[in-house]
Nanobody, 122 residues
Framework: QVQLVESGGGLVQPGGSLRLSCAAS???????????MGWYRQDPGKQRELVAA???????NYADSVKGRFTISRDNTKNTVYLQMNSLKPEDTAVYYC?????????????WGRGTQVTVSS
């Protein structure tokens, strides 16, 4: 079992920046088994969408809408993933969820945080 706790959301003006953090906790075996950590977001009435993800080996994946503005990073020693969000736009407003997965044979276990609200508004 892995628990994910997000922090860093809030209200910011268009063009501003925010940094989200997500700390994973659990057994040492589970934490060392995490492969992908990342961020999804969801606006009311819309599907949850991938924002950015990062494998333990360092491969990244970004949504086209955030490329060049958001940067995902990870500290495996602290079991924490970060999302630096710059040049924020009103359309970035959403609840941001932290995600982690643990591969297990031919499948994987998915873990989610409770989410943190990001509001971009003047």
């Amino acid at each position: 079992q892995v628990q994910l706790v997000e922090s860093g959301g809030g209200l910011v003006q268009p063009g501003g920046s925010l940094r989200l953090s997500c700390a994973a906790s659990g057994s040492k075996i589970s934490l060392n088994s995490i492969n992908v950590m990342g961020w999804y977001r969801q606006d009311p009435g819309k599907q949850r969408e991938l924002v950015a993800a990062l494998t333990r080996g360092g491969m990244t994946n970004y949504a086209d809408s955030v490329k060049g503005r958001f940067t995902i990073s990870r500290d495996n020693t602290k079991n924490t993933v970060y999302l630096q969000m710059n040049s924020l736009k009103p359309e970035d407003t959403a609840v941001y969820y932290c995600y982690a997965d643990i591969p297990w044979g031919n499948t994987k276990y998915d873990y989610w945080g409770r989410g943190t609200q990001v509001t971009v508004s003047s």
